[in-house]
Each structure stands twice: as C-alpha cells, then as structure tokens.
C-alpha cells in the first residue's frame, strides 16, 4: 500500500470536513417539501434556509484568515467544527421556519471558518507543481457532496424524520475532530490588525445584497422592495472596495485580481457556479414538484450526476493538459448550457434512460468546469498572496452558491409569474422556463473567458500534447 505523505493526508482530512460542510449546505433539497409541511410553508420559500447558510458563510469567511494567523490553524478549524456541530443539533430540533433560518446562519458562521482555513492549511508552502494534485482532492466534496445529498436527504426524510439529516453531523463532527487533533499544526501567520470597518461593510453589503434577491424570489411581482435592499447592499460593497484598496491593512487584499487568470475564474468563473450551484436546488424540486418523483427517486436518479462526475475525473489532468484552460472553459460552458437546455424540454412523458443520461453528461460537464476554475484561479500567484487570495475566492465561491440557489428560486419565481402560476404548486412548464433561464446565465460566462490568452495557467500544465494552431 503506497505511502500518504502528510501534506496528503492533511488535503484528504480537510477535503473530508469541507464534505460535510457543502453536504449540509445540499442534503435539505429533497427533504424540503417534507420540512415544508412541518413549518407550514410552501417549499420554495425554504429557498431563504438554505441561502441563509451561504450567505452567513460569505460574511463571515473573512474573518477567518485573520483569526488563523492570530490564534493558529488547527485551534480555528477545532473551534469551526464545534460550533458547526452543535449548530446542527439546533437545526435538527427546529419547529419553525424562523428558528431553522437563525440555526442555519449559526451553522454558516462554523462552515465559514472551516472552508478557508482548510484550504489554506493545504496551499500554505505547497509548490506549484503540487498545485494540480491538491485542488483536484478539494475539488471531490464541490462535485460529491451536492450530488450525494439529495438522494441521503431524500431517504432520511421519507423513512426517519428531516432531523436527521442534521443529528448526523454529530459522528460526523466528532471523527473530524480526532483527525484534526493528529495531523494539523497550529501555525501562525503574520498578525495584523483586524479590520473592523471593512468586516462590517462587507457583511452588511452582502447581507443586504442576497437579502434582496430573496425577498425578490419570494414575491417577483412586489418590485421596489427588494429592488431598493439590493440597491443599498450593492452600495456598501462598492464602498467596501474602495475601503479595501485605500486602507493601509485591509481585511483582505484584492490584489490577486491583478493577475489575469486568477480573475477570470472570480469574474466568468463566479457566473457559471451560480449556474452550477442552482442545480442542486431546481432539479429535486422539478422531479418531485413537476414530475411526481418520490424524494428517494428524486435522489436516486440525481445519482446519474454522480456517475458522471466519477467518470470523468481520471481525464480532467489529461484534458486540461492536451486542450488547455481557455478552451475547456468555452467549450465546456457550452455544454453546460446545452445540458440545462436539455432538461428545458424533459417533462412527465421523458423516459428514465434519457432523463439519466442528460444528468450522466451534465455531471461529466460540471465536474470538468469546477476542477479547472479551482486549479487555474491559483496558478499565477505568488505564495506570499497566496493567504487573501485564498480568502477572497473562499467569498467569493461561498456567495456564488447562494446565489445559485437565490437566483434558481428568483428564476422559478419569475417563470411561475411570467406563466401566471404560483410557486406554492409550481407545474413542470414552469421549471421548464427556469431551465432555460438558467441556461442562458451559463453562455453569459464564455465572454470573460474569450478575453483569456491562449496559454493561460500553462506554467503549471504538462503541454507536451498541444493541439496544432493553439
């Protein structure tokens, strides 16, 4: 059995942790109607306890790159695991929508230390020739735990109770705990001084931001409301920028957006995983709610993304390597359009073959597309950014998940509107529409990559295969 060295192992125990934290983010999909009719409320407007997670991950994420060089990794990831842990037994024992939103957003604060300080505990000191190997380990739970949890939450909440699905996370928690006790150290990284104003900001403006999306989702047809919250969180972000490039020591630095690469998969890259982070979310509703899928046939054949994602994952060094990033960004945003395309014209007559085989290439696509964004957005940058270049994309990704789900719910909301039916009892024409508003959003992210070189992220591919005229 050959041997794991201990930056592998490290990889594999975060990769693990930020399993359980993306799978929480994804189980409830096929369990919402189930928690629906226990809260009273119709299960597109549980939309608001999924994107709570997200976005209270996003808020508080930027914490944590300083709070790891103040007080230590390991002590951080420990402490990240805990709160998440008894977060989810608050979940679990929730009765109303109210109190299961104000659980979740307790359970993002423990996600949000958890997400960046594992990934920094790997790309801290890690050559770039090593760069390829470690994000294709942290890339497994983007592409797994989305896809394994509808089916897991489907099946807990028809044969125990949704409660489940949080009282798990205690085994679970525990585990992680022990591992992370043997394998991380507590490094410390340079202090600095806390940026109080630009954590408030950033908070207050995403927090406004998504705020407004939802509402919007909720009600499409009440217009000003939501319209003014985004308005006055798009506001404080962008004073929160200007903040963050005057001021002297920032919560984190933008500067890794100078580089090319890094921000072409912050820009064009955060369209697409709004797209991708959607699907989670809309597929499960529209097998159940448009289909009359059970909750465990729903998970069940979501399990064709699965497949997919496995098959196609010995080939993503190959084909990043023999095509290189800029044409499989294109190409392959392409075909994730083409694949919610696909779906846009599936209904209750669609065979089951076809139905897995369209969610088979969907979960090949997805899988491809995610993998290269993780391993280009650091291929150019330096060590010494490394830390807030880590940070910035750990918010940035955690606020294009919740806004894949906001945004599938506002696209949902807009569809059942413009075809005058009501998202209390939405019917498979409406999720048809949705489909092909979602993918219209993917074909919006091969603009920025067309601006790319054609030799981007090159110095840390193996080219020795390069097709003629590239």
């Given at each position: ?31 919402l109607p189930a928690m629906a009719r226990d809260f009273s409320v119709p299960a597109a407007h549980l939309s608001v306890g999924v994107s709570a997670y ?156 998504m705020a407004g999306l939802e509402s919007f989702s909720s009600r499409p047809d009440n217009f000003y409301l939501p319209a003014g919250i985004m308005l ?239």
């Amino acid at each position: 059995m050959p041997k794991i060295d201990n930056k592998t192992a490290t990889a594999l125990l975060v990769a693990a942790a930020l399993f359980m934290e993306i799978l929480d983010a994804t189980i409830i999909t096929t369990a919402l109607p189930a928690m629906a009719r226990d809260f009273s409320v119709p299960a597109a407007h549980l939309s608001v306890g999924v994107s709570a997670y997200l976005v209270a991950v996003t808020i508080f994420i930027p914490i944590s790159g300083w709070a790891a060089d103040r007080f230590g990794a390991k002590r951080i990831f420990s402490m990240a695991i805990i709160v998440f842990v008894l977060a989810s037994v608050l979940c679990g024992f929730s009765t109303t929508l109210y109190e299961f939103t104000a659980a979740r957003v307790l359970q993002g604060v423990g996600g949000a230390m958890m997400v960046p300080v594992g990934r920094l505990v790997v790309l801290r000191h890690l050559p770039k020739e090593k760069i390829v190997k470690a994000m294709a380990i942290l890339t497994w739970p983007a592409l797994g735990a989305p896809l394994i949890g509808p089916v897991l939450g489907g099946w807990i909440s028809q044969n125990w109770h949704w409660s489940w699905i949080f009282f798990m996370n205690i085994p679970l928690g525990a585990v992680a705990l022990i591992f992370t006790h043997l394998l991380l150290d507590n490094e410390k990284g340079e202090h600095q001084r806390f940026d109080t104003k630009g954590f408030l900001l950033s908070g207050a403006g995403f927090g406004l931001f998504m705020a407004g999306l939802e509402s919007f989702s909720s009600r499409p047809d009440n217009f000003y409301l939501p319209a003014g919250i985004m308005l006055v969180g798009a506001i404080l972000l962008f004073i929160t920028v200007r903040h963050m490039l005057l001021t002297r020591q920032p919560l984190f630095s933008l500067e890794a957006l100078k580089f090319r690469t890094f921000r072409a998969t912050m820009i064009g890259g955060s369209v697409i995983r709004i797209t991708l982070s959607s699907a989670p979310f809309l597929i499960p509703l529209m097998l159940q709610l448009g289909m009359g899928f059970s909750p465990v046939q729903a998970g069940t054949v979501l399990l064709w993304l699965f497949a997919g994602n496995l098959v196609v994952k010995p080939a993503t060094t190959w084909i990043m390597n023999r095509f290189g990033f800029k044409n499989v960004l294109v190409y392959n945003a392409l075909l994730i359009a083409a694949g919610f395309a696909a779906l846009a014209l599936c209904d209750n007559q669609t065979p089951a073959w076809l139905l897995g085989l369209i969610l088979f290439t969907s979960g090949m696509t997805r899988s491809m597309h995610l993998t290269v964004l993780n391993t280009l957005g650091f291929a150019d940058v330096p060590q010494h950014k490394m830390r807030d270049a880590n940070t910035l994309s750990a918010v940035i990704m955690q606020m294009t998940r919740g806004l894949g789900i906001t945004i599938g719910a506002l696209a949902l909301a807009v569809a059942t509107f413009y075809l005058e039916g009501t998202t209390e009892n939405p019917g498979i024409i409406d999720f048809q529409l949705t489909m092909l508003i979602m993918a219209g959003i993917a074909v919006l992210s091969i603009v920025d990559s067309l601006t790319l070189p054609t030799n981007a992220g090159d110095g840390i591919l193996n080219r020795r295969h390069r097709p003629s005229g590239t």
